[in-house]
């Protein structure tokens, strides 16, 4: 097989039958449900009370709130930090960027971009899964008042959600560090195309935050686009662990759970207090809150409704 060029492959294949190439496509979406897979954690189905009851709480609301977490799109193959098996923590060593390293090292840098760069074709194929399509759906219904996700990876907007806030950011954004200033991420990835041509290092993994996993000797020859305006380091828009949500994004937000008359939580383990103080304040209000997640959250102990399955086998249910 070796001996064959690309194109002799690619001549191969056109001469193939119309069965032959069906066989051939079904292998290739084979090959793209085991990746989907392969970061999906374990989980029975929903038992038919369970959807019964949650139908009945998100009946009963007129301006019912949405959180959601990274379990809301593992079903869609982005891995998440916390699952059981299948998450970063459990798979890997590797540990996720820290503000201050990003902020205060040009090596830290170096090693974030490059490992961006190469993982960035896997995030912008990234798609909405069904749990995904149906909150924005009911968003559009006006079953949703607002939708807040803790996620980065920009698959709530690519669902058609608008009512919407983006804890974290998003990483589709780049800002510069010294005058503020914003990038499309598709842009710097044209500059880090054309400042490492002959740059190359193989991937030994992939993370969560759309980026993939190589050894640091393969990072120095890497080179770093600056600014376009100032000349500036550049950083992905989003809150890195040991960064701080900006104030006002978070004083929106519990002025819309003030207002809300239920929470659902989707997909998050609650782990960081980012989102789980939301959830504090609902209870404390009073409100009732429903809960979808693979495995137990901080605000069990609170929920009206907890769902104890994958977000994509819920909501496919609800109707």
């Given at each position: 097989i070796?001996?064959?060029?690309?194109?002799?492959?690619?001549?191969t294949?056109s001469?193939?039958?119309?069965?032959?190439?069906?066989?051939?496509?079904?292998?290739?979406?084979?090959?793209?449900?085991?990746?989907?897979?392969k970061?999906?954690?374990?989980?029975?189905?929903?038992?038919?009370?369970?959807?019964e009851?949650?139908?009945?709480?998100?009946s009963?609301?007129?301006?019912?709130?949405?959180?959601?977490g990274?379990?809301?799109?593992?079903?869609?193959?982005?891995?998440?930090?916390?699952?059981?098996?299948?998450?970063?923590?459990?798979?890997?060593?590797?540990?996720?960027?820290?503000?201050?390293d990003?902020v205060?090292?040009?090596?830290?840098?170096?090693?974030?971009?490059?490992?961006?760069?190469?993982?960035?074709?896997k995030?912008?194929?990234?798609?909405p899964?069904?749990?995904?399509?149906?909150?924005?759906?009911m968003?559009?219904?006006?079953?949703?008042?607002?939708?807040?996700?803790?996620?980065?990876?920009?698959?709530m907007?690519?669902?058609?959600a608008?009512?919407?806030?983006?804890?974290?950011?998003?990483m589709?954004?780049?800002?510069?560090?010294?005058?503020?200033g914003?990038?499309?991420?598709?842009?710097?990835?044209?500059?880090?195309?054309?400042?490492?041509?002959?740059?190359?290092?193989?991937?030994?993994g992939?993370?969560?935050?759309a980026?993939?996993?190589?050894?640091e000797?393969?990072?120095?020859?890497?080179?770093?686009?600056?600014?376009?305006?100032?000349?500036?380091?550049l950083?992905?828009?989003?809150?890195?662990?040991?960064?701080n949500?900006?104030?006002?994004?978070?004083?929106?937000?519990?002025?819309?759970?003030?207002?809300?008359?239920?929470?659902?939580?989707?997909?998050?383990?609650?782990?960081?207090?980012?989102?789980?103080?939301?959830?504090?304040?609902?209870h404390?209000?009073?409100?009732?809150?429903?809960?979808?997640?693979?495995?137990?959250?901080?605000?069990?102990?609170?929920?009206?409704?907890?769902?104890?399955?994958?977000?994509?086998?819920?909501?496919?249910?609800?109707?």
């Amino acid at each position: 097989i070796s001996r064959f060029s690309i194109m002799d492959v690619v001549k191969t294949v056109s001469i193939l039958s119309r069965n032959h190439a069906k066989v051939f496509l079904r292998f290739y979406s084979n090959k793209q449900s085991e990746h989907l897979l392969k970061y999906r954690p374990s989980s029975l189905p929903p038992s038919d009370e369970d959807l019964e009851r949650l139908r009945n709480f998100i009946s009963k609301r007129r301006k019912l709130f949405v959180l959601s977490g990274a379990g809301l799109s593992t079903e869609s193959g982005i891995p998440d930090y916390r699952s059981k098996d299948v998450g970063l923590y459990a798979r890997t060593n590797h540990k996720p960027m820290q503000h201050q390293d990003f902020v205060k090292s040009a090596d830290k840098r170096k090693i974030y971009w490059a490992r961006s760069y190469l993982g960035w074709a896997k995030y912008d194929a990234w798609k909405p899964n069904a749990a995904h399509v149906k909150l924005a759906a009911m968003e559009k219904d006006g079953r949703v008042e607002w939708h807040t996700t803790q996620n980065v990876d920009g698959l709530m907007v690519k669902a058609g959600a608008e009512q919407l806030t983006e804890l974290h950011g998003q990483m589709r954004r780049v800002v510069c560090m010294r005058c503020n200033g914003l990038l499309d991420r598709n842009v710097m990835q044209k500059d880090m195309d054309a400042l490492n041509k002959h740059w190359s290092a193989e991937v030994l993994g992939y993370g969560p935050d759309a980026d993939v996993f190589i050894r640091e000797e393969d990072v120095i020859d890497f080179n770093v686009p600056a600014c376009r305006k100032c000349g500036g380091d550049l950083k992905p828009n989003v809150t890195f662990f040991g960064d701080n949500v900006p104030r006002s994004k978070v004083t929106f937000v519990r002025s819309i759970v003030d207002k809300c008359d239920g929470v659902l939580v989707v997909g998050s383990s609650l782990h960081v207090w980012s989102g789980y103080r939301f959830i504090t304040q609902a209870h404390e209000l009073g409100v009732p809150i429903a809960i979808v997640n693979v495995g137990e959250t901080r605000a069990d102990k609170f929920a009206a409704v907890k769902i104890d399955a994958l977000c994509t086998d819920v909501f496919r249910a609800i109707e």
